[in-house]
């Protein structure tokens, strides 16, 4: 599957960005999508992922009641609504999709557990 996230941009801080992934291929439906994140200078970190239903999610604690991941299988498209942010959201964004199926969702909160990557969308959060 091939990914592409968009969606980003500057907002200030406790505004709302909403970001996508377009996906192409006919696996998509089957995949676990995850979000990650990678700020300057640090190691790119996981955010949120959503198993193949779209019926289990988890999230990293700092973003926990202020993001809401969601995918449209039909549509082929992941999404990431970020609200409340902060300064410290501000970082590129990338998509993923985890082929490997049949563990629970806590399982794909690291990277070595996806196959494909989107290119990255800049998220800014102003002060």
């Known amino acids: 599957v091939q990914l592409q996230a968009s969606g980003g941009g500057l907002v200030q801080a406790g505004g709302s960005l909403r970001l996508s992934c377009a996906a192409s291929?006919?696996?998509?439906?089957?995949?676990?999508l995850g979000w990650f994140r990678q700020a300057p200078g640090k190691e790119r970190e996981f955010v949120a992922a959503?198993?193949?239903?779209?019926?289990?999610?988890v999230y990293t604690d700092s973003v926990k009641g202020r993001f809401t991941i969601s995918r449209d299988n039909a549509k082929n498209m992941g999404y990431l609504q970020m609200n409340s942010l902060k300064p410290e959201d501000t970082a590129v964004y990338y998509c993923?999709?985890?082929?490997?199926?049949?563990?629970?969702?806590?399982?794909?909160?690291?990277?070595?557990?996806?196959?494909?990557w989107g290119q990255g969308t800049l998220v800014t959060v102003s002060s």
């Open positions: 993923a999709a985890a082929t490997l199926r049949g563990y629970s969702i806590g399982y794909y909160s690291t990277r070595e557990k996806y196959d494909s």
């Open positions: 291929g006919r696996t998509f439906t089957s995949v676990t």
């Open positions: 959503i198993n193949w239903r779209g019926l289990n999610t």
